[in-house]
């Protein structure tokens, strides 16, 4: 299921002016942990399968330039959705993540000098790219750069270097200074109008990657404390534990509209990174899983807004029964994502995650899958 956060260009926003002091941000002076996995559930059938999935991905939907959003292109483009063969910076932060947990140093310097080259708008990356008409879409999602960011920490923690420390903290200095300016995560910003919306998703507060260059100085620390306060106030009680799609800095509110499944599942992985997952949450999670029924969408009450199924929110759940060292769920989760997997030998997308009939196979799901895979 293709995650449809661009939705918000749709909605009434209150922008703010982008003309203040640079803030400068010095490179933490800790390692990186815990950005890959250390986990070690994946059996010898889950290696298999991850395998066939790779060789998909490699031959179906990796370019030079980034991977495609679709397998399918499309005639024309939305403005709403990214379609077909355009290129999200998302899905070259998820590959990043897979070439340095999977230790494929050149590859992964490569294909990160190939991700500037496509993505990057004056230190941000440009969230969509459409290799047709050679146009980078004017914003980034502050989620994906954080992701990409993740990712070269990831790196060097893997390799044991200081390899890209410095460039990480360079594009971290960039969001201080656009999207999290005075601790304020917000979706994204417009580097040509110097201007950025005043909501913050939840699911955009990567929680780990935040507290790695905010925990060194009381200011940064503070950041931190008001980044948790905001996506912990968001929690919508104990009959439906999940939470709210963004929170307005403005005015402390927190929106009503109903929840995409992956974005609330985002949320709950970052939270459990951090410690922070309510037990309440993960027995959520586990019922949806043991009666089968984890739905796309809901409202906030808890009812089903979107049915139907998604090997990427199968693929989430797994990683953050990793993440609570919980190997039973973790498994349970990981084979719903092996069902959804095409084994077709005759089938163009034999080995990715779609539909076979239709040959829809999207860049997100297969991804989230991947990464899952490797714990």
């Excluded at 260009?9 to 209150?14: A, E, I, N, T, Y």
């Excluded at 993540?97 to 991700?115: E, M, P």
């Excluded at 009381?218 to 709210?244: E, H, M, S, T």
């Excluded at 139907?308 to 759940?317: H, I, K, P, R, T």
Aim: glycine share 6%.
């Amino acid at each position: 299921m293709q995650r449809k956060w661009w939705l918000l260009w749709l909605l009434p926003v209150l922008f703010l002016a982008g003309c203040q002091k640079q803030v400068q941000v010095k490179a933490p002076t800790k390692a990186p942990r815990d950005f890959i996995a250390t986990t070690t559930y994946a059996t010898s059938a889950d290696q298999q399968k991850t395998r066939h999935l790779v060789k998909f991905i490699r031959r179906g939907l990796l370019t030079k330039q980034g991977l495609y959003t679709n397998y399918l292109d499309t005639e024309k483009r939305t403005q709403a959705n990214a379609t077909g063969h355009e290129m999200l910076s998302e899905s070259a932060g998820m590959w990043l993540q897979y070439l340095a947990t999977t230790h494929q140093w050149a590859a992964f310097r490569s294909f990160y000098a190939a991700t500037k080259k496509t993505f990057d708008d004056h230190g941000q990356f440009s969230y969509r790219y459409d290799p047709r008409t050679r146009k980078r879409s004017r914003v980034n999602a502050t989620l994906d750069d954080l992701r990409i960011i993740r990712a070269l920490l990831a790196y060097d923690q893997a390799h044991h270097t200081a390899y890209y420390r410095k460039e990480a903290t360079l594009r971290y200095q960039t969001l201080v200074n656009t999207s999290i300016k005075d601790g304020h995560l917000v979706n994204y910003y417009d580097m040509q109008a110097h201007k950025a919306p005043t909501t913050g998703n939840l699911a955009y507060f990567d929680l780990r990657t935040l507290k790695y260059f905010e925990c060194e100085t009381a200011k940064g620390r503070a950041a931190y404390r008001k980044q948790l306060i905001a996506v912990k106030g968001g929690y919508l009680g104990d009959v439906f534990p999940l939470y709210a799609v963004s929170y307005q800095w403005t005015t402390s509110q927190y929106s009503d509209h109903d929840l995409n499944t992956s974005e609330a599942l985002e949320t709950l992985l970052h939270l459990a990174e951090v410690g922070q997952l309510r037990t309440t949450s993960r027995r959520w999670l586990v019922q949806r899983l043991q009666q089968h029924n984890l739905e796309n969408g809901y409202t906030t009450t808890g009812t089903v807004s979107v049915q139907g199924e998604s090997a990427a929110n199968y693929a989430l759940a797994a990683a953050i029964f990793a993440t609570l060292r919980d190997r039973q769920h973790y498994h349970q989760a990981m084979q719903n994502v092996w069902r959804l997997q095409v084994n077709q030998a005759d089938s163009v997308i034999d080995g990715g995650i779609g539909s076979a009939k239709t040959k829809q196979v999207y860049s997100y799901d297969n991804l989230t899958a991947l990464n899952a895979a490797l714990n």
